[in-house]
């Protein structure tokens, strides 16, 4: 019998972490294996112009700082699906660097040979998201498996 292997996209906001609880206390089965996804980004607030004279070790300092951010992030997320009573052995973190996420959750999903991947979504408007892009719809129209985006609410039922 083939292993059943989640790709839970996460990043540090609150629709990230409903949908994590949302999948830990509606999806997640004994023996599925969780692989929670985080894509380190470079702060967005530094300028284009900035990044082209940042020395290697400047980048070096700020993917560090991201590292960092990641560990704190990760352990708040494993508690939380231990909460969800989600065995700690099921979950294991994969930390991806690159420009844009999607592209990284799709890979990261084909890489692992996931069978679904869930993530969640800012619920942008339509306007905004076709000016910036969604993750959550590239993962859709991309991923080889089934997506699951949960909706931000205030409370998972």
Avoid at 100 to 128: D, F, H, L, Q, W
Wanted: glycine share 6%; with cysteine.
């Amino acid at each position: 019998m083939e292993e059943n292997k989640v790709i839970v996209a996460v990043d540090a906001s609150a629709h990230s972490k409903n949908a994590v609880e949302y999948y830990a206390r509606h999806v997640h089965k004994p023996g599925y294996k969780i692989y929670m996804l985080h894509c380190i980004e470079v702060p967005t607030d530094i300028t284009s112009a900035q990044k082209q004279f940042m020395t290697p070790a400047s980048v070096e300092n700020l993917y560090k700082e991201e590292k960092e951010k990641t560990k704190t992030l990760d352990d708040q997320l494993k508690n939380l699906l231990i909460d969800c009573k989600v065995p700690e052995g099921d979950i294991k973190f994969i930390d991806k660097c690159g420009l844009k996420p999607g592209e990284i959750i799709v890979s990261a999903a084909k890489e692992y040979n996931a069978t679904m991947i869930a993530m969640g979504t800012r619920g942008m408007g339509k306007i905004r998201r076709t000016i910036l892009g969604s993750v959550s719809d590239y993962v859709v129209h991309h991923a080889h498996c089934p997506v699951l985006v949960c909706r931000y609410a205030d409370k998972v039922n």
